[in-house]
């Protein structure tokens, strides 16, 4: 599957992590910075990950902050995405079969490195459930 991922200096750690896990899952992972534990500003970083993945470039996108609550917000201001935030296995697995979230947002503070791997391998191999769900999500973007 390609990829997008992106932190901000929070979660900078976990998105190292996380990459070379992926990668050896056999993902295609595609960084969107940053690039150190440097103070930045996520949306720098999510916004540009939002776009790839609303244009098709990526299949899906994984954003590290914190909390995970900024880039979430950030993510969800793109029409084209649904991003979600989750902290642990079964709201990353409803993300995708209830909501078709093709954004994961992980809250770096608050989480293990194995938590984060075990989130988003739930996140990766569920599926969108379409049926009564289809109606909901296609309410979403205005």
């Known amino acids: 599957m ?13 998105k190292e992590k996380m ?6 899952m056999g ?5 969107f910075g940053t690039n150190s534990t440097e103070s930045t500003d996520y ?11 609303e244009s098709g470039k990526n299949q899906l996108g994984i954003l590290i902050c914190g909390s995970g609550n900024g880039v ?12 979600a935030l989750a902290w642990n296995k079964e709201i990353a ?15 770096a503070r608050y989480i293990s490195t194995e938590e ?14 379409g049926g009564r769900h289809e109606r909901r999500v296609e309410k979403i973007a205005l």
């Open 27 to 31: 993902h295609e992972v595609e960084d």
């Open 116 to 129: 984060a791997f075990a989130i988003t391998e739930a996140y990766l191999n569920a599926h969108f459930e």
């Open 2 to 14: 390609k990829l997008a991922i992106a932190s901000d200096h929070a979660g900078y750690e976990l």
């Open 19 to 24: 990459k070379l896990h992926l990668t050896q």
């Open 43 to 53: 949306p720098d970083y999510a916004h540009p990950l939002s776009a790839s993945v």
């Open 72 to 83: 979430c917000m950030t993510a969800n201001h793109h029409a084209g995405i649904r991003a």
């Open 93 to 107: 697995e409803l993300a995708r079969q209830h909501n078709n979230a093709n954004v994961l947002c992980l809250p």
